[in-house]
T-cell receptor
Framework: EDKVVQSPLSLVVHEGDTVTLNCSYE??????LLWYKQEKKAPTFLFML????IEKKSGRLSSILDKKELFSILNITATQTGDSAVYLCAVPYDKVIFGPGTSLSVIP | DTGVSQDPRHKITKRGQNVTFRCDPI?????LYWYRQTLGQGPEFLTYFQNEAQLEKSRLLSDRFSAERPKGSFSTLEIQRTEQGDSAMYLC??????????FGPGTRLLVL
């Protein structure tokens, strides 16, 4: 059965730390992988990854995909309290399957 | 505002009652998805449409749940004979094919 797994499920760091969030997947007919950030509302889009080894960056966030090993990582450098959220990984092939999310708490 | 909208934003109902939620997607998007999310969990897939065709429905979804997208635009999700376990956030999202999903604000359901 198709599935998306994320680790860790929760993480507590201090402001300024760098974090790496992991997402692995087992999906037939893979086309892309999506990252979302969810605060106390609906998820908001961060990145779409389709090609291995090409890093996508947006400010302090970056992400990369490894299609051979079937995983992606999301890095956040110099974390801020505003980064506290649940980070969701999703794989669309027809329906879109989400992982359980990583709950990140950044403390001052 | 040209984003995805959902109505109502909150719904409190008594067990056994029927509820209906509406989702208006981004107009040029042909795909519409419904998800359910409970605290501490990722969004759980319920069903999705491409235009007016319902292409897949989760096997976890009981017969009390039904969704429609009659003209390929807005969609409704109905829950019949609600149970306390139906309490959750119901999220709608739209996309052009299986690309970036744009989520609506969600409908939070509480079944008493």
């Amino acid at each position: 059965e198709d599935k998306v797994v994320q680790s860790p499920l929760s993480l507590v760091v201090h402001e300024g730390d760098t974090v790496t969030l992991n997402c692995s997947y087992e999906v037939t007919n893979f086309r892309s992988l999506l990252w979302y950030k969810q605060e106390k509302k609906a998820p908001t889009f961060l990145f779409m990854l389709t090609s291995s080894g090409i890093e996508k960056k947006s400010g302090r966030l970056s992400s990369i995909l490894d299609k051979k090993e079937l995983f992606s990582i999301l890095n956040i450098t110099a974390t801020q309290t505003g980064d506290s959220a649940v980070y969701l990984c999703a794989v669309p092939y027809d329906k879109v399957i989400f992982g359980p999310g990583t709950s990140l708490s950044v403390i001052p | 505002d040209t984003g995805v909208s959902q109505d109502p934003r909150h719904k409190i109902t008594k067990r056994g009652q029927n509820v209906t939620f509406r989702c208006d997607p981004i107009s040029e998007h042909n795909r519409l998805y419904w998800y359910r999310q409970t605290l501490g969990q990722g969004p759980e897939f319920l069903t999705y449409f491409q235009n007016e065709a319902q292409l897949e429905k989760s096997r976890l979804l009981s017969d009390r749940f039904s969704a429609e997208r009659p003209k390929g635009s807005f969609s409704t999700l109905e829950i019949q004979r609600t149970e306390q376990g139906d309490s959750a956030m119901y999220l709608c999202a739209s996309s052009f094919l299986a690309e970036e999903l744009n989520f609506g604000p969600g409908t939070r359901l509480l079944v008493l």
